[in-house]
């Protein structure tokens, strides 16, 4: 039985994709389980809205801002744990937009700091990610490879990892950093490589744009990231630490979408768009992750292989309705 059953859990960012579905696995788990999700004029929950009316039935929804203090207090009152994965991800954007990322990222991530302080939360994990890395210098990496912003998106989550850091130091809180590397799946937004490929690709596109295709990538299915989550909340062990998320694996770019080509259209080729490429020191061209960490204090392990990860998130955009969702002939940035 599941640590977590019976707890009362709030998801910030449960709209998104990674939090979609770390709100189904906590729902199996038995958690009860509260939905942050971006306030917006449509009253839409994002990927939320996409779930069975079963699991929206058992799910309380909240709607509000990461950056305002208040609201984030009042969604956290009476929670158990936290899972704070609400944020800015796009790095392109990141480059022309960054006061948005200081904002959402690292003010967002005090305002959890300061309202799980008050409330005396059991315990929070902040969600990072694999580019505070930037490019390898070492592989596999570990949580004690140092940090490069090399880009305004992960100098932002590496200045929220650094306030996490001080909260636990100074107020001995609860808190683990929690640090997923490549995550792919169903739902994953346009801006990410796989979504980009697979959605031209089924568009019937023959000449498939893409930026650089040298970079490697650490690719982890989103419901093996999701078990990571909920192992890292079941072993007190990780509070105070960094973790990573990783298949310990690594494919290029390049790589990814000839196989891809392969599966879908063997005719199609690729096309380089230089409004893809990073500046060059800003380009991330290696990650590959150690999950040594996580496996030393957890049974988690990726249960999915990139092949059958990869056929699951064909099959899925392979749904009409779910591809027309998708502008695929345009740069998502």
């Given amino acids: 039985m599941s640590q977590l059953k019976g707890n009362k859990v709030l998801v910030t960012g449960a709209d998104g994709f990674i939090g979609s579905h770390l709100v189904e696995q906590l729902l199996h788990e038995g958690a009860q389980v509260k939905a942050f999700v971006c306030y917006n004029s449509f009253n839409t929950w994002g990927w939320i809205d996409s779930l069975s009316d079963d699991l929206k039935n058992n799910i309380e929804i909240f709607s509000g801002d990461i950056r305002d203090p208040n609201g984030v207090y009042t969604a956290m009152q009476g929670c158990d744990i936290v899972f704070h994965l609400a944020a800015l991800i796009a790095i392109p954007y990141s480059y022309h937009s960054p006061d948005s990322y200081v904002d959402t990222n690292i003010k967002g991530t005090l305002n959890i700091l300061q309202a799980a302080k008050k409330l005396n939360i059991k315990r929070l994990l902040v969600t990072s990610t694999s580019e505070v890395y930037g490019t390898a210098q070492f592989v596999p990496i570990t949580e004690l490879h140092p940090k490069q912003g090399q880009s305004p998106y992960s100098a932002s989550k590496i200045g929220a990892d650094v306030l996490s850091e001080s909260f ?4 001995d809180m609860p ?5 997923p590397f490549n995550t792919y799946g169903p739902r994953q937004s346009a801006r990410a490589v796989i979504p980009t490929i697979i959605t031209q690709l089924l568009n019937g596109e023959t000449s498939i744009k893409l930026g650089d295709l040298s970079p490697t990538r650490d690719l982890v299915y989103v419901k093996d990231t ?13 509070i105070g630490e960094e973790v990573n998320i990783a298949t310990q694996q690594e494919i290029s770019i390049g790589g990814l979408a000839e196989l891809l080509i392969e599966i879908i259209n063997p005719l199609a080729k690729i096309q380089t768009d230089g409004d893809r490429l990073r500046p060059k020191n800003s380009e991330v061209f290696r990650l590959l992750g150690s999950a040594e960490k996580l496996v030393s204090h957890t ?3 990726p249960e999915t292989t990139l ?12 749904d009409g309705k779910n591809l027309s969702l998708f502008k695929h002939s345009i740069y998502n940035v």
Wanted: proline share 0%; charged share 25%; aromatic share 16%.
């Fill in 175 to 179: 808190i683990t950093t929690v640090r």
């Fill in 226 to 238: 999701a078990m990571g989550f909920v192992k890292i909340a079941e072993t007190d062990s990780l």
């Fill in 307 to 318: 092949a059958e990860g990869l056929k699951e998130t064909i099959d899925w955009f392979s």
């Fill in 168 to 171: 636990y130091r100074s107020f």
């Fill in 299 to 301: 049974n988690w392990k």
